[in-house]
């Protein structure tokens, strides 16, 4: 705790002396130091963000070993052949469970911790004239203001690591399939990067809806309070909807892509499928499909929280920078 207050005095000293310049590098750079105030608890959350998305591939290797067992010889098999892959099969998906786990867990607890170092930095560095007001505007600004940190806690290492670990394991274990695992990921990273802009401006939307609704409630303003709660209400649902469309478009978009690879290959246009492929090939190729999407869609996600926190984070490391904004969204 020493050491945390220590820090936070420095990062709040750092401050003072270096003026009220909002350029992005220092900006960036009191940010970072937030997060650099728990040195442990940053390594305990990201190391399952590194592992894991290491070791998921493991899922397409265990599901083409048993299905190439099943598809071998005969057709058929006895249930006794499939007991050598229990353990194993447990084993696997267990530990990927108990790291999902700790992802999430370690996750929540850092969030909350950069959340009260913010909270701290916000009140630090303002002179509080209306207590209610303040409170309200430091709970929204810093939890949104804490969204770009999380590119450091998952989004980075699951695109740096995940991605890479799929194209090797779909190398070892098919390669002749990797240009036509490409090239069916495509549709579904291209659908989540156009829909990344509207939900960006989506969720900046309503941020600005909400901090008007605070600064309504500050000078008692009861009419404008109201019009701007509708107008929140308006951009959430609007967000929300973008979002889920976003999801569902991207799920359709895997199935279309690989509809596509399939009409290629079978027209001859671009063979990216050989004319030969076994069940398991087939079978390690869908989870592999899944799992290349979840990094691909990572990196969309670093514009969407960017877009959404940066103006937060200019509110909560500059004081006077809300201050010259006022009114200038109502």
């Given at each position: ?23 992005f ?25 590194i ?8 899922k397409?290797?265990?599901?083409g070993d ?16 499939l ?7 447990m084993?696997?998906f267990l ?8 992802e999430?867990l370690?996750?929540?607890m ?11 930095t ?7 004239a ?13 939890e ?37 695992l ?19 401006l ?15 409630v500050?000078?008692?303003d ?38 596509v ?5 079978a ?7 050989p004319?030969?492929v ?7 190729f869908?989870?592999?499909?899944r ?23 200019r ?16």
């Amino acid at each position: 705790m020493q050491h945390t207050n220590s820090g936070y005095k420095a990062m709040n000293t750092a401050h003072q002396s270096s003026g009220k310049g909002n350029g992005f590098r220092m900006l960036f750079r009191e940010l970072i130091g937030v997060m650099l105030l728990h040195p442990w608890l940053l390594a305990i959350t990201v190391l399952p963000n590194i592992v894991r998305p290491a070791l998921e591939p493991l899922k397409a290797w265990i599901t083409g070993d048993v299905i190439q067992e099943l598809t071998t010889g005969s057709g058929t098999y006895a249930v006794e052949e499939l007991l050598p892959y229990a353990p194993l099969a447990m084993g696997v998906f267990l530990g990927l469970g108990m790291l999902k786990m700790w992802e999430k867990l370690t996750n929540r607890m850092l969030d909350e911790r950069l959340l009260i170092e913010l909270q701290r930095t916000w009140f630090a560095r303002r002179h509080v004239a209306h207590p209610g007001e303040q409170v309200t505007r430091a709970i929204n600004d810093c939890e949104n203001a804490r969204k770009p940190l999380d590119l450091f806690q998952k989004e980075l290492w699951l695109a740096s690591v995940g991605l890479p670990a799929v194209l090797i394991w779909q190398i070892s274990l098919g390669p002749e399939l990797l240009p036509a695992l490409l090239m069916a990921a495509l549709p579904p990273f291209l659908v989540s990067l156009g829909f990344g802009r509207v939900i960006g401006l989506a969720s900046y939307q309503t941020l600005i809806a909400l901090a008007s609704v605070g600064r309504a409630v500050g000078a008692g303003d009861d009419m404008k309070m109201r019009d701007h709660q509708e107008s929140f209400y308006r951009h959430r649902v609007r967000f929300e909807w973008w979002k889920q469309s976003s999801e569902v478009m991207a799920e359709f978009a895997a199935w279309g892509g690989l509809a596509v690879v399939l009409v290629l290959s079978a027209t001859g246009i671009w063979q990216l499928i050989p004319e030969n492929v076994s069940a398991a090939q087939i079978g390690m190729f869908i989870v592999n499909l899944r799992l290349l999407i979840e990094p691909l869609k990572s990196i969309t996600d670093v514009y969407v929280k960017m877009r959404e926190g940066w103006p937060a984070v200019r509110r909560v490391l500059r004081p006077g920078y809300d201050e010259a904004q006022g009114d200038s969204h109502d």
